[in-house]
């Protein structure tokens, strides 16, 4: 039905029709609802049938668990600080009409921009943003004003993709880059103690905190000085403030299996991620200095703040990874060791995936051409030897 | 007077602010661009610093370009640049105190300006006095320009002022808006000054090659 739809409506789109000046728009829609005629000749889905939008929209479903749960725990930490009691169903809604308006921002910021480059480039719509625009709003603090996610979008959108040539070609990942965009340029609204509880009312729900009520999350403790007294199945289950996504990571993980059961995203970053994070955690547990942050064990460091978010959704950005086989291995191994370094270290960040993350998407290419070259130098060897 | 300011004089003097502009064409003197420009005020002396030394040490080693062993001429040429900027960077301190603690390394870092030594190289060894004047003068305020547009972008959003002076009204604060820290820090001035570039260049796009 939608297909005939559109297909009686398409003349209007093409060169020459009445509505040519959206024609972009026109085909965005046309392939997002139904699949397209046309598979992907070029970017990141060039090895298979699939375009790239079958794969942004398993992402997309990937991400659905963690939102859930994000907006369910909006709600659970307004009313735990206002100490009153909720239903899950009072808690949720008021979690999803604060969170409604981040993605609407973000998605019509992004997509705009978006939409406003194809027409004028006159190509066709790039579907990266469908990810990026959902992920966006998940990884920033809920206290974040509007009009800093929309600034932070358009940046990113256009410093870290369009510039570099649209979907598929951009170095850096653009959530991310929106993230550090808005770590770096409005830190008081980015970190500290005051932006993880949003604190007003909204149509009636929830309740309407002071302005002075705080909420330090575990590792903004952990940074400060001081041991963090959350218990460990509160950190799993994600029962804990923190960027809007990152939590839980039981939703998280159930992301993960979608992810790594439709092979969208490499086990083996993913894999890696973990273990390099576990390790230098386990090597500053023992042989690290005595502050609160060293000691913490290294499988709390694991799942706490966005550790599993980046590594599940963020590292495995198959646009921004390492493309090698071996290379997945050192790319992963070296985000999750420098998130933790980084952790440990530098008292300035309590969180270093974001940092982590966007470092070794720089040095991708690297190891990348580093495999490439030990393989062709390697057959030649063989070559000359048979 | 007529030949001071013939077709080629004038050429000599404005191509470097636009078509043959030492920072958005030629990408010269970026080191500076970037540290300097988080406010506008140095952003201002420090382009007029530079106008000055680039058209008198253009004058003073055209002069004596006849004179200079060939081997030996970029010692000269620092020697010179490095007099004046020694003599400017004392009028700065005696007169504009605050300003030269702001510009601090950066006033003594004229001397390895590369639009500085570029033009001595390029232009003051082979034309007469006048002309390297003129060419001083001109990459002089292509260069200061520039620093004013992207001073005056990274204070007005990174600070909310305009040489110091509060331009971002007070109710703009009372409604939530929150200066830009990014813009204070020096990967902001990069990226603004690549967009200058980007402009300027689809602007000229025809006169490129």
Not at chain 1, 125 to 152: D, H, K, R, S
Not at chain 1, 153 to 170: C, H, L, P, Q, R
Request: aromatic share 10%; glycine share 10%.
């Amino acid at each position: 039905m939608i297909k005939n739809f559109l297909d009686r409506i398409k003349p209007n789109f093409e060169e020459g029709g009445k509505l040519h000046a959206f024609r972009s728009v026109f085909e965005g829609f046309e392939s997002f609802l139904v699949v397209s005629n046309a598979t992907a000749r070029t970017g990141v889905s060039i090895h298979d049938a699939i375009d790239s939008k079958r794969i942004m929209s398993i992402v997309v479903v990937a991400l659905l668990p963690a939102l859930l749960f994000g907006m369910y725990n909006i709600g659970y930490q307004n009313y735990a600080a206002a100490g009153a009691e909720g239903t899950l169903w009072e808690m949720f809604l008021y979690g999803f009409l604060v969170m409604l308006p981040k993605i609407i921002v973000s998605y019509v910021v992004g997509l705009g921009i978006e939409f406003i480059v194809a027409q004028w480039k006159k190509e066709e719509i790039q579907e990266g943003y469908l990810v990026t625009g959902l992920l966006v709003p998940m990884i920033v603090p809920v206290g974040c004003p509007l009009w800093m996610l929309a600034v932070a979008v358009a940046f990113s959108v256009i410093f870290a993709k369009e510039i570099y040539g649209g979907t598929g070609m951009n170095i850096f990942n653009p959530a991310l880059v929106a993230r550090a965009f808005l770590f770096f340029a409005y830190p008081t609204s980015m970190s500290g103690d005051n932006v993880w509880l949003s604190k007003d009312q909204v149509l009636g729900l929830g309740n309407q905190l002071p302005d002075a009520t705080t909420m330090a999350t575990p590792l903004g403790t952990l940074g400060g000085g001081h041991a963090t007294d959350v218990p460990f199945a509160d950190m799993v289950t994600g029962l804990i403030p923190g960027s809007i996504g990152e939590t839980s990571v039981i939703a998280i993980a159930i992301g993960a299996l979608i992810l790594l059961w439709t092979r969208v995203a490499s086990w083996k970053t993913m894999l890696s991620v973990f273990v390099g994070g576990a390790l230098v955690g386990w090597l500053f547990n023992a042989f690290g200095p005595a502050t609160a942050v060293a000691q913490t064990p290294w499988y709390e460091h694991l799942v706490l703040g966005g550790f599993c978010f980046g590594a599940v959704f963020m590292a495995t950005d198959p646009v921004t990874s390492a493309r090698t086989e071996g290379g997945k291995y050192i790319y992963g191994f070296l985000i999750g060791a420098l998130a933790i370094t980084i952790r440990m270290l530098n008292p300035g960040y309590p969180e270093g995936m974001m940092l982590a993350i966007l470092f070794m998407n720089m040095f991708a290419p690297l190891i990348d051409y580093c495999f490439v070259q030990r393989n062709i130098s390697r057959r030649a060897k063989r070559a000359q030897n048979s | 007077m007529s030949k001071l300011f013939s077709k080629e004089n004038r050429q000599v003097f404005a191509a470097p602010l636009n078509l043959d502009n030492p920072i958005l064409i030629q990408v010269l003197g970026i080191c500076s661009a970037l540290a300097v420009t988080a406010q506008l005020e140095p952003a201002i002396v420090m382009g007029l610093s530079v106008t000055v030394i680039t058209a008198f040490s253009n004058v003073i080693i055209s002069l004596i370009r006849k004179t200079i062993p060939n081997r030996i001429r970029i010692i000269i040429q620092l020697v010179v640049v490095a007099a004046l900027v020694t003599i400017v960077s004392m009028i700065l301190t005696a007169f504009a105190y605050d300003v030269s603690v702001q510009l601090s390394v950066y006033v003594g870092l004229i001397i390895t300006n590369c639009i500085l030594m570029g033009r001595l190289e390029a232009f003051a060894m082979m034309n007469g006095p006048w002309e390297s004047f003129l060419d001083g003068i001109g990459n002089g305020l292509g260069y200061a320009y520039i620093l004013v547009i992207v001073g005056a972008v990274r204070e007005l959003l990174g600070s909310g002022t305009l040489l110091g002076f509060t331009i971002i009204p007070e109710g703009a604060y009372a409604a939530g808006y929150v200066n830009n820290g990014m813009m204070t820090m020096p990967a902001m001035a990069l990226i603004i000054l690549g967009c200058v570039i980007w402009v300027h260049r689809s602007i000229n796009k025809e006169e490129k090659k």
